[in-house]
């Protein structure tokens, strides 16, 4: 079963330089949320910016990885 | 039905829905909180949308995916272009982007939570009382 440390770990394996926050929502391995900061993300809609996260994953989303919530943003924006 | 038949059948829903919501269970009773997030996006901007039930067998999914190239559900279509899942239109709706795309106005409140999804709850396996 996924952990919360090794879904930040693939992300950040493969967006070199982001800032990842991932969080394990019920503690039972299968419903996380990640939040992601890349200069990758500049340029693209958020389709594509969540899509990047999902690729990581591959078929594992939905499968072993339940729920994945993702919230994208590049490091010049504001909240 | 073929697996071509489903994937046709959901291209034309696509095509054919302005608003076009694919979720698990219904507007009424969402089976999912992801879901449950998305239709209540739209309830609140109390835009006209058309919702499939994506439960009922296993290939509506696969196809939807393969047609779009998002891996889960709920997925928004507006127009015929996805627009995204659950987190996407919440944002969106939060940021009155929504309403922008779907020419609707802006409630007032936030007609949703704006908290984490609730999952719904494991079942109880007997492994969990193992260990």
Sequence with gaps: ?????????????????????????????????????????????????????YDVFGDEVGGPIHALSIKTSTPGDGR | MTND?????????????QVMLFMKGTPHE????FSARASGCLNA??????????????????????ISGWPTIPQLFVDGELVGG?????????????????????????AVEQDQPQPQKRPIGL???LG
């Design chain 1, 1 to 53: 079963m996924p952990t919360a440390d090794d879904l930040k770990e693939r992300i950040e394996r493969a967006l070199p330089g982001a800032q990842v926050a991932v969080q394990d929502l019920t503690g039972g391995g299968d419903h996380f949320r990640a939040e992601v900061v890349s200069n990758r993300f500049t340029g693209l809609s958020r389709i594509q910016q969540h899509k990047l996260i």
């Design chain 2, 5 to 17: 038949e489903i994937r046709a059948f959901l291209e034309n829903a696509i095509k054919e829905n």
């Design chain 2, 30 to 33: 969402p089976a999912c909180g």
């Design chain 2, 45 to 66: 901007l109390g835009v006209q949308y058309s919702a499939l039930d994506i439960l009922p067998d296993p290939r509506i999914r696969e196809e939807l995916s393969g």
């Design chain 2, 86 to 110: 659950s987190d996407i239109v919440l944002e969106m709706f939060e940021s009155g982007e929504l309403a922008e795309l779907l020419g609707a106005e802006q409630p007032g409140a936030p």
């Design chain 2, 127 to 129: 492994e969990n009382r």
